[in-house]
């Protein structure tokens, strides 16, 4: 037997449905969990609560036929003015007064960052490995593009400094791939006021000229005040982030109406590499091209992973890194037809 009022000791929110999928019975913690009052809860069709959702709806309507025993899905739903992904476990109730019970859930904000914090400190060893290992061939690098030259100048027949062109082009490739490897650490992090939207709109501004055919639109939060940041470091990383996005749109099997969203937000008691932050900025970039392939998903942070034609790889890395360095991170999810970057960064007081 379910005693209603033994529904509100419970932390989780628990939503029992009449057949016709309006709620009857809301427990306390579901006034917090949706940020409103139960008598506004009362009376609604449960699937309303959330964003508009065909499977969610799907096994709202089965659950309430008495169809399915449990299912779990994620499902976003807007507390005040946030949007939280939930855990919703739809189960259909036998021989009780109500046909369903939905139980729902924050997603435990802490694992998903934890996870990334986890990639990022793996990729800060691995950048470190490589500004090692850049630092080791720059030398002889230099000695081989001098050797060449030398070389050319002596050669008795022009027809081969074809040879020695390879050589030197492709010592000069190296060297400035080594130089970006190693650049990170060059400059010191140039505190100030910043103001996101200006950076957004420089980044679109740049992006539009390079990718014509790509729509790029704007959703930004009006309310966003200024914070301590490095404005050129996240100018490059929120440019590559959207870089990509417009070469995914653009490439070889290019996407029908292409089009990059930038969305800036504040979140709220954030979990960000270890430290609880009160608020934060997120940046979210998402485009409807194919989705980042999956055999790259675990590592297109790490340095050198690529999956493009030309692609160095540097360039997810370098902006996890110019994120990081504002104690941020940088996190994605993607779909075909959806996917999303987002840069999350801490908002320091100015
Ligand atoms: N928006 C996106 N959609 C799909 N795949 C992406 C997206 N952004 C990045 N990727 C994948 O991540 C890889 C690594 O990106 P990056 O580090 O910038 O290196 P590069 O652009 O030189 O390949 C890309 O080659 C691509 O396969
Ligand atoms: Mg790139």
């Known amino acids: 037997m379910i005693t ?9 929110t628990v939503l029992l449905l009449n057949p016709a999928g309006r709620i009857e019975v809301a427990n306390a913690a579901s006034e917090d969990m949706f940020g409103r009052s139960r008598r506004h809860l009362l009376g609604q069709p ?11 709806e799907q096994s709202f309507r089965q659950a309430c036929a008495g169809e399915m025993s449990d299912c779990r899905q994620f499902a976003m739903t807007r507390r005040g003015f946030d949007a939280i992904e939930v855990a919703v476990t739809s189960v259909a109730l036998v021989n009780k007064p109500w046909a369903a019970l939905i139980e729902v859930k924050d997603i435990e904000q802490r694992i998903i960052v934890d996870r990334t914090s986890r990639l990022v400190d793996e990729v800060e060893t691995q950048h470190e490995l490589l500004r090692n290992l850049a630092h080791e061939v720059k030398n002889p690098l230099g000695g081989l593009r001098g ?17 020695t062109r390879v050589i030197i082009s492709e010592a000069d490739r190296l060297q400035a791939l080594v130089d970006r490897l190693a650049a990170p650490q060059r400059m010191p992090v140039q505190w100030q006021a910043v103001n996101i939207h200006e950076i957004c709109e420089r980044v679109c501004a740049l992006v539009r000229a390079e990718f014509r055919e790509v729509a790029i639109l704007r959703d930004y939060d009006a309310s966003m005040p200024e914070f301590r940041a490095d404005p050129s470091r996240l100018m490059q990383a929120l440019l590559n982030v959207v870089r990509n996005a417009a070469q995914m749109l653009t490439q070889a099997v290019a996407t029908r109406s292409p089009h990059i969203t930038i969305r800036t937000r504040i979140a709220r008691q954030v979990l960000l590499r270890h430290k609880q932050h009160r608020m934060a900025v997120v940046v979210a970039v998402i485009d409807n091209g194919p989705g980042v392939p999956d055999n790259l998903r675990d590592r297109i942070f790490h340095p050198l992973v690529t999956g493009r034609d030309g692609g160095t790889g540097l360039g997810l890395s370098l902006a996890q890194d110019f994120v990081q360095q504002h104690g941020g991170v940088i996190e994605f999810d993607s779909k075909p037809g959806h996917t999303e970057f987002r840069l999350m960064l801490p908002m320091e007081p100015l």
């Open 4 to 12: 209603v009022e033994a529904l509100d000791l419970l932390a989780t």
């Open 46 to 56: 449960a699937a309303a609560l959330f964003e508009r959702d065909a499977a969610l």
């Open 147 to 163: 050797a060449a030259q030398l070389l050319e100048a002596e050669l008795p027949d022009p027809a081969l400094t074809e040879y």
